[in-house]
């Protein structure tokens, strides 16, 4: 079986930055344990298979380790291809997810996507996280994510992590995302995942599902310039919304080509 195969960096306009995924056109669903193992052969944070159900499309998101509830760039690069690469629609994409309809539009030459808000709540930290960290945080919340709280950049810029304490939590934390004001945005964030094959995730589009409600709180602003500052780093604008959050960012083609099974 011969099937096509895209990888997008999502949340750039270069390749090289942003968020590599990987995304593979259906004409039908294969077997789950078939669409892991792509995802594991492919070996990027996200692989997103598509399948198209009339006017809609039917998303579903694959790390190496497990099928998501939810990806953001992974659906900002599904949008990408479908958009700009196949031109399957003209000007937006909706898709039926786990996590209900998913629409991504074109925008001034970006794409923007209306994804689910999460607002989180205070919480306390596992110790094997908090044992993990070379920095503790000024604040703890948590929605399906961990999200903490930083004085400022420069910490977050220097947090390491010890996987090896890092991995021994028992239960499923989701992700950890940390975060602070930026120096020349109005937050940034890194984020990070237990027990996955990929700890640190370049640029996380779910995460800001989380992060807008908080920094619309706390900095008294509905839209706001944001970056993801890992090593590939990526940049998003963080619209809150009654329900959801608007994210935009671009997005660029690495390569294209066919995997065969």
């Known amino acids: 079986m011969k099937l096509p195969i895209f990888q997008i960096d999502a949340f750039s306009d270069k390749v090289f930055e942003g968020n590599p995924a990987c995304i593979v056109p259906l004409e039908k669903w294969l077997e789950d344990n078939i669409l892991l193992k792509i995802a594991q052969e492919n070996a990027v944070a996200e692989t997103a298979f598509f399948v198209r159900k009339g006017k809609k499309i039917h998303l579903r998101w694959f ?32 898709f039926e997810t786990v996590s209900g309809e998913l ?11 209306n994804l689910p808000r999460r607002d989180p709540q205070l919480a306390t930290l596992p110790n094997e996280i908090k044992n993990a960290l070379n920095i503790q945080p000024k604040e703890i919340l948590k ?34 995302i940390i975060t602070s004001k930026g120096d020349c945005y109005d937050f940034v964030s890194r984020f990070f995942t ?68």
């Not at 220097?158 to 989701?174: A, L, S």
């Not at 640190?200 to 800001?208: C, I, L, Q, Y």
């Not at 409600?213 to 809150?240: D, F, H």
């Open 63 to 94: 790390t190496p380790d497990i099928e998501m509830d939810l990806c953001g760039h992974a659906t900002l690069a599904a949008a990408h291809c479908i958009l700009s690469e196949l031109k399957l629609v003209s000007e937006k994409v909706i």
């Open 103 to 113: 629409e991504v539009s074109i925008k001034n030459k970006s794409y923007l996507m």
């Open 194 to 261: 237990p027990q996955a094959t990929i700890l640190e995730d370049p640029v996380t589009g779910s995460a800001h599902c989380t992060l807008t409600p908080y920094w619309s709180k706390i900095l008294n602003k509905t839209v706001m310039k944001a970056q993801q500052i890992s090593e590939r780093k990526g940049k998003l604008v963080c619209e809150l919304k009654k329900d959801s959050v608007n994210i935009t960012g671009k997005a660029v083609t690495y390569s294209k080509g066919n995997l065969i099974i």
């Open 143 to 176: 929605s399906r994510d961990y999200l903490l709280v930083y004085e400022n950049q420069k910490e977050v810029e220097n947090i390491i992590i010890n996987r090896e304490i890092f991995d021994t939590i028992n239960i499923n934390p989701g992700g950890v």
